[in-house]
């Protein structure tokens, strides 16, 4: 992940140039492009994984899943890129030129990296819990069978919950849905962490 350099700051129309000239992810933050790195296999493997256990379940019931798609976030002109979108209804979006930015998401998801926990935790959560459209947040550990997830309660509150093990459920209610950890994990070789609480044999 890096920003432009000498932190020079862009305008939107500068942003959305680049990004239309770019085929690496890009985001924009506060005045500042934002490169972000390609992903690892086991990243993509667990995105997708989430992306096909909510896509059979939603089937049928109004809501849609997106990736690799804008989002336009609360903060100034802010735009992010999260692993996984869902909306529901018809898709609200900001077309500049030739990209289009999602404007009412319910559900988004990051799976954490190393080079970019600290950002999806802090800079990409203060942005997205602004979504007035928004309804929960998860942040999918890579490490070890771990999911953080926010849900609004209202207009200025939201609940934080943590679920780990690989025999744990997430239960996303705004889509009726569940993701299970066990599946989202099977077979994944994770981080260190996981290994070093593993019990001995």
Known sequence: ??????????????????????EQRLEFVDGQ????????ILH???????TSSLDRQLEN???EILRD??????VADNKFVPDVIVFCGEPEYERLRGIEMMLNPVVLIEVLSPTTANYDHVTKWENYRRIPSLREYLLVSQDRPRVEQYTR?????????ETEG???EIRIESLNATLSLARIYAGLRLGAAEQEEAPAE
Do not use: H, Y
Request: hydrophobic residues 45%.
């Open 1 to 22: 992940m890096a920003t432009n350099p000498k932190n020079a700051t862009v305008t939107l129309d500068d942003f959305i140039a680049a990004a239309e000239a770019s």
């Open 33 to 40: 492009i934002v490169a972000m790195s390609g992903a690892s």
């Open 44 to 50: 993509g493997r667990i995105a997708q994984r989430i």
């Open 61 to 63: 019931s109004g809501c």
């Open 69 to 74: 798609t804008l989002v336009a976030a609360g």
């Open 153 to 161: 309660q209202d207009s200025r509150f939201w609940r934080f919950s």
């Open 166 to 168: 690989r025999d744990s």
